[in-house]
Each structure stands twice: as structure tokens, then as C-alpha cells.
């Protein structure tokens, strides 16, 4: 496997290589370069040549190149969700839905492309005022393991739908399907140079894209820690962020809630990507009044998951690395013997290869116990009295990603949304993310918004012109 750089692969400059593990079995399936800041260096210098070409493209024209992306990525489907599944260890039937809904992100980019415009006004005594948007120059992404197809489309569709160029640093546990896509939109037509991707570690590499100064702005999704020391090594080049930092999702179940559509809602979600996902459901907040019948439905829901190796029939596939699963058995231990919590299924780690760690039920959980994510398969339930309470449970972590509500009263619904201090609120769904929607957080879950209409703020710039009457 080779880098992919202004349009052709080929091998880092270091010359040095890092495995790629399947989680499913921790045999190594491929190896990519092990890219440092020369690396970054010879994208940024293709990325400079390109951004000027690319940014010079009619609109019509970077619409039907996104659009030939998308359709590439579809015929692809298959063979895409099986190497995402082999690399991630996502069950293959999530890995399709990731791919599938990756293709349609360059396809809504691609129809956003004749939106990226700015504002008009005739200023009495001054003159015409029109304020143009400008593309950044060169973009930077860095992508994580957890959903690497879809956030790669997030971050490269947005900044090539605004006429940048882009250099993109996949992580280090699951780059080759990024790899690939990148091929894919080559193919269809972005020029060479304007979308690169440099493998390696994120200590080197990243770091490397961070700190270069002629990246003009940096998308980041990660966790919180590296999303600090991503800011303060920017911070020198004055580049713009766009920091999406993982979430504390409250998921809250009211009394009157449809309890079976709840506890279905609760069990996809929580358990969806083995728990990876930033805004998944990560603490659920139960009605007292309810909330023995919801344990007793969730268990007896998560005791039919089937858990394995993603390609075969599973709903549950491995914890994507090592270390994902110790981070995770240890905040299990942590809460059952400090006694914050009563374990009801699961809470331990799978025998033989692989990071598979089971589907984990607690109740009775304390929320001081969970006020940092657990970004794994674990339901802790928080039983709460009021819907006063549940709100301020919601809001009592740093986080502000995502929440749901789970309701049928108007009233109910409108004021948790309202007091629920997050970027997103869902009533009676959760972790639903069609492009339209931007999406984003607010504390310590980050700043700056993908998808929606808010991108084009942060993929672009406004620059005014005066012209005097
Ligand atoms: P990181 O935040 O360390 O990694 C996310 C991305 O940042 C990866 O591409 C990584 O590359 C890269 N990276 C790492 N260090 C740097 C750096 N100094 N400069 C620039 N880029 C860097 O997350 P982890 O993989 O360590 O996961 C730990 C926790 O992060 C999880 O338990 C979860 O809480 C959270 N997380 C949240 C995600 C979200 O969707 N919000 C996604 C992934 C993790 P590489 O992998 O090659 O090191």
C-alpha cells in the first residue's frame, strides 16, 4: 500500500512503514508509509500548484466531479465496506450504511457547490457593497478511526466544494479505505494535488499538518486531550479549527415515553460501531417510575446481540484497537468496584484474538461515575425524578455534542431541547445526521460546525468590496 500524494501513490520519504491490524483478529492486513513533515511538506507543495487550478473550476463543473465521486463510491460499495470492516471491524451491514452515506455526502456537496456566496447591499452615500466568499487555499483533515469513510467525505467534500485544496491524515488504525476513496475522487476528476492524503502517526504527521503554516485551517475530530494540543500547535500559524471533540450524549427516557421504541432507540445506538461514535447515546437517563421494566427490556434486548468478527453475521463487531478495549474494561471495573453502579450483563473482555469486549449493561449508575465518555459498548442507566433533574444530569459534563429526548409530550420535548445545553437535540431519535444538518458542539465537545449550511463559514472567507457611486 502507498501513500496517496498529488494524485499518484507512492512511499513515504522516511521509507518507513506501519502496520495495519484487522481488530477482528489482530493479524496485520496491510502496511501504509509512515509519512513525517517532509511528507506533509511535498502535499502541501502539490496542494499549492493545485489549489489555484481547482479553485478556478466552474461551479457546474466541481459539481459534476463530486457528483462522478459519489456514483464512483456506489459502484464500489461492496468491496469498500469489506475493506472498512476489515480494517475498523464494524459489522459489514454499518460499513455499507458508512460507505453508501459517504457517497451521498460528495453528492450533497456537489449540489451545494452553486450556494457558496455571500451578501449584497447598496450602502446609501458609500456605494455597492459586496462581500464575496474566498476560498482558505489549503485545507487540513484529520480524520479518526471511528467512522473514517464518512468523516473524510465531511471534511474533504466541504473544503473541495469551496475551491480549496486538501491534505488529509487518516489515523494510524484505519487509513486504507480513506486511501482508496481518495483514488476514487481522483478518478472522477479532482485534479492532482488538490486532494492528498499522508499516512501516519498523528504525533508526526498530524502534528506535521497542524503546524504548517501554509495550511490555512484545520479540521479536527478526535478526543478531547489531542484536540487541546492540536489548538495550542496551531496557534503559531494563526489557522482557523474547526474542533469536533466526542460528546457525553444523555439519551432521556420520560415517563411517558413509547418505553419499547425507547429501549430499541437505546440498544441500536448505544451499541452501534461497538459504541465508537461521538455522538452516540452514552448515558441513559430513565424515569424512576420506569425504569426497572427499561433494564429489564434492555437486557433482555442486548443478551440476543451477536457479537464477532464483522464479516460475518454479527450486530457487534470488535472495539477498533487495543487500547480502545483497555480504556473501556477499566472505566467498567472502575464504576462496579466503587460500587457507582450494579452490572447487569456483560463487563468483560472476550478470551482469544481480537478486541472484543461484550455488550455491557449497568444500572443504578451514579452520573458523577460517568462524566467522561465511555467511547465503548457500555449502557450505564441513571435513574432520575424529575425532568428538571434529568436536564441538569444532561448538562452537569463538560460535553455539549448531542441528547435525546424520548417522549410524546410536546411540552416535555420542546423544554428539554430548549435547556439542554448541546449542539444537537433529538426528540424521540437519536444519532440521525443527514448532511443537511449541521453538526457540531458547544464546551468542551468543540467549536465549528460540518455539513449543514454552516461549512461554507468554515471553508471559506469573506472578503468585501466597495465599489463607490
Ligand atoms: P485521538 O484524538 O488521539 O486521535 C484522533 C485523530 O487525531 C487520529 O487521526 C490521530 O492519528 C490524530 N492525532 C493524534 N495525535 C495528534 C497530534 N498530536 N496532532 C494531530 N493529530 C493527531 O484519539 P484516540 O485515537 O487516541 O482515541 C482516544 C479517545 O478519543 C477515544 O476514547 C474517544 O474518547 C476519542 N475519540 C473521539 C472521536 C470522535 O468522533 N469525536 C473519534 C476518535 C476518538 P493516529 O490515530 O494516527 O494517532
Given at each position: 500500500?502507498?501513500?496517496?500524494?498529488?494524485g499518484?501513490?507512492r512511499?513515504s520519504?522516511?521509507?518507513?512503514?506501519?502496520?495495519?491490524?484487522?481488530?477482528?483478529?489482530?493479524?496485520?492486513?496491510?502496511t501504509?508509509?509512515?509519512?513525517?513533515?517532509?511528507?506533509?511538506?511535498?502535499?502541501?507543495?502539490?496542494?499549492?500548484?493545485?489549489?489555484?487550478?481547482?479553485?478556478?473550476?466552474?461551479?457546474?463543473?466541481k459539481?459534476?466531479?463530486?457528483?462522478?465521486?459519489?456514483a464512483?463510491?456506489?459502484?464500489?460499495?461492496n468491496?469498500?465496506?469489506?475493506?472498512?470492516?476489515?480494517?475498523?471491524?464494524?459489522?459489514?451491514?454499518?460499513?455499507?450504511?458508512?460507505?453508501?452515506?459517504?457517497?451521498?455526502?460528495?453528492?450533497?456537496?456537489?449540489?451545494?457547490?452553486g450556494?457558496?456566496?455571500?451578501?449584497?447591499?447598496?450602502?446609501p452615500?458609500?456605494?455597492?457593497?459586496?462581500?464575496?466568499?474566498?476560498?482558505l487555499?489549503?485545507?487540513?483533515?484529520?480524520v479518526?478511526?471511528?467512522m473514517?469513510a464518512?468523516?473524510?467525505?465531511?471534511?474533504?467534500?466541504?473544503?473541495?466544494?469551496?475551491?480549496?485544496?486538501?491534505?488529509?491524515?487518516p489515523?494510524?488504525?484505519?487509513?486504507?479505505?480513506?486511501?482508496?476513496?481518495?483514488?476514487?475522487?481522483?478518478?472522477?476528476?479532482v485534479?492532482?494535488?488538490?486532494l492528498?492524503?499522508?499516512?501516519?502517526?498523528?504525533?508526526?504527521?498530524?502534528?506535521?499538518v497542524?503546524?504548517?503554516?501554509?495550511?490555512?485551517?484545520?479540521?479536527?475530530t478526535?478526543s478531547?486531550?489531542?484536540?487541546?494540543?492540536?489548538s495550542?500547535?496551531?496557534?503559531?500559524?494563526?489557522?482557523?479549527?474547526?474542533l469536533?471533540?466526542?460528546?457525553?450524549?444523555?439519551?432521556?427516557?420520560?415517563?411517558?415515553?413509547?418505553l419499547?421504541a425507547?429501549?430499541?432507540?437505546?440498544?441500536?445506538?448505544?451499541?452501534?460501531n461497538?459504541?465508537?461514535?461521538?455522538?452516540?447515546?452514552?448515558?441513559?437517563?430513565?424515569?424512576?417510575g420506569?425504569?426497572?421494566e427499561?433494564?429489564r427490556?434492555?437486557?433482555?434486548?442486548?443478551?440476543?446481540l451477536?457479537?464477532?468478527?464483522?464479516?460475518?453475521?454479527?450486530?457487534?463487531?470488535?472495539?477498533?484497537?487495543?487500547?480502545?478495549?483497555?480504556?473501556?474494561?477499566?472505566?467498567?471495573?472502575?464504576?462496579?468496584?466503587?460500587?457507582?453502579?450494579?452490572?447487569?450483563?456483560?463487563?468483560?473482555?472476550?478470551?482469544?484474538?481480537?478486541?472484543?469486549?461484550a455488550p455491557t449493561?449497568?444500572?443504578?449508575?451514579?452520573?458523577?461515575?460517568?462524566?467522561?465518555?465511555?467511547?465503548?459498548?457500555?449502557?450505564?442507566?441513571?435513574?432520575f425524578?424529575?425532568?428538571?433533574?434529568?436536564?441538569?444530569?444532561?448538562n452537569?459534563?463538560p460535553?455539549g455534542?448531542g441528547?435525546?429526548?424520548?417522549t410524546?409530550?410536546?411540552?416535555?420535548?420542546c423544554?428539554?431541547?430548549?435547556?439542554?445545553r448541546?449542539?444537537?437535540?433529538?426528540?424521540?431519535?437519536?444519532?440521525?445526521?443527514?448532511?443537511?444538518?449541521?453538526?457540531g458542539?458547544?464546551g468542551?465537545?468543540?467549536?465549528?460546525?460540518?455539513?449543514?449550511?454552516?461549512?461554507?463559514?468554515e471553508?471559506?472567507?469573506?472578503?468585501?468590496?466597495?465599489i463607490?457611486?
Amino acid at each position: 500500500m502507498q501513500m496517496f500524494l498529488d494524485g499518484s501513490g507512492r512511499d513515504s520519504l522516511s521509507g518507513s512503514t506501519l502496520p495495519v491490524y484487522n481488530p477482528a483478529t489482530g493479524t496485520v492486513i496491510d502496511t501504509v508509509p509512515a509519512g513525517n513533515a517532509d511528507d506533509v511538506a511535498a502535499a502541501v507543495a502539490a496542494a499549492e500548484t493545485a489549489r489555484t487550478k481547482w479553485a478556478g473550476v466552474s461551479q457546474a463543473d466541481k459539481s459534476r466531479i463530486l457528483i462522478a465521486a459519489g456514483a464512483l463510491i456506489r459502484e464500489e460499495a461492496n468491496t469498500l465496506a469489506t475493506l472498512l470492516t476489515t480494517e475498523q471491524g464494524k459489522p459489514f451491514r454499518e460499513a455499507k450504511d458508512e460507505i453508501l452515506g459517504t457517497a451521498h455526502i460528495f453528492e450533497y456537496y456537489a449540489s451545494m457547490t452553486g450556494s457558496i456566496r455571500g451578501d449584497a447591499a447598496v450602502l446609501p452615500k458609500y456605494g455597492y457593497m459586496n462581500v464575496v466568499r474566498k476560498p482558505l487555499g489549503i485545507c487540513g483533515a484529520i480524520v479518526p478511526w471511528n467512522m473514517p469513510a464518512i468523516i473524510f467525505g465531511w471534511k474533504a467534500g466541504a473544503a473541495l466544494a469551496c475551491g480549496n485544496a486538501v491534505v488529509v491524515k487518516p489515523s494510524e488504525t484505519a487509513p486504507l479505505t480513506v486511501l482508496r476513496l481518495a483514488e476514487l475522487l481522483t478518478a472522477a476528476g479532482v485534479p492532482g494535488g488538490a486532494l492528498n492524503v499522508v499516512t501516519g502517526s498523528g504525533a508526526v504527521a498530524g502534528n506535521a499538518v497542524v503546524r504548517n503554516a501554509d495550511i490555512r485551517h484545520v479540521s479536527f475530530t478526535g478526543s478531547v486531550a489531542t484536540g487541546r494540543a492540536v489548538s495550542l500547535a496551531a496557534a503559531p500559524t494563526l489557522k482557523k479549527l474547526t474542533l469536533e471533540l466526542g460528546g457525553n450524549d444523555a439519551f432521556i427516557v420520560a415517563a411517558d415515553a413509547d418505553l419499547d421504541a425507547a429501549v430499541a432507540g437505546a440498544v441500536r445506538n448505544r451499541f452501534y460501531n461497538c459504541g465508537q461514535v461521538c455522538t452516540s447515546a452514552k448515558r441513559i437517563l430513565v424515569d424512576a417510575g420506569c425504569v426497572d421494566e427499561f433494564v429489564r427490556k434492555a437486557k433482555a434486548a442486548i443478551e440476543k446481540l451477536v457479537v464477532g468478527n464483522g464479516l460475518e453475521k454479527v450486530n457487534m463487531g470488535p472495539l477498533n484497537n487495543p487500547g480502545q478495549r483497555d480504556a473501556v474494561a477499566s472505566a467498567v471495573d472502575r464504576i462496579v468496584q466503587e460500587e457507582c453502579g450494579r452490572l447487569i450483563f456483560g463487563g468483560k473482555k472476550q478470551e482469544g484474538p481480537g478486541n472484543f469486549y461484550a455488550p455491557t449493561l449497568l444500572s443504578d449508575v451514579s452520573p458523577d461515575a460517568v462524566s467522561e465518555e465511555i467511547f465503548g459498548p457500555v449502557m450505564p442507566v441513571i435513574p432520575f425524578a424529575t425532568l428538571d433533574e434529568a436536564v441538569e444530569i444532561a448538562n452537569s459534563t463538560p460535553y455539549g455534542l448531542g441528547a435525546s429526548i424520548w417522549t410524546k409530550n410536546i411540552t416535555t420535548a420542546c423544554t428539554a431541547a430548549e435547556q439542554i445545553r448541546s449542539g444537537v437535540v433529538w426528540v424521540n431519535r437519536h444519532l440521525i445526521l443527514p448532511p443537511e444538518i449541521p453538526f457540531g458542539g458547544t464546551g468542551n465537545s468543540g467549536y465549528g460546525r460540518e455539513n449543514g449550511r454552516e461549512f461554507i463559514y468554515e471553508y471559506t472567507e469573506p472578503k468585501s468590496i466597495l465599489i463607490g457611486l
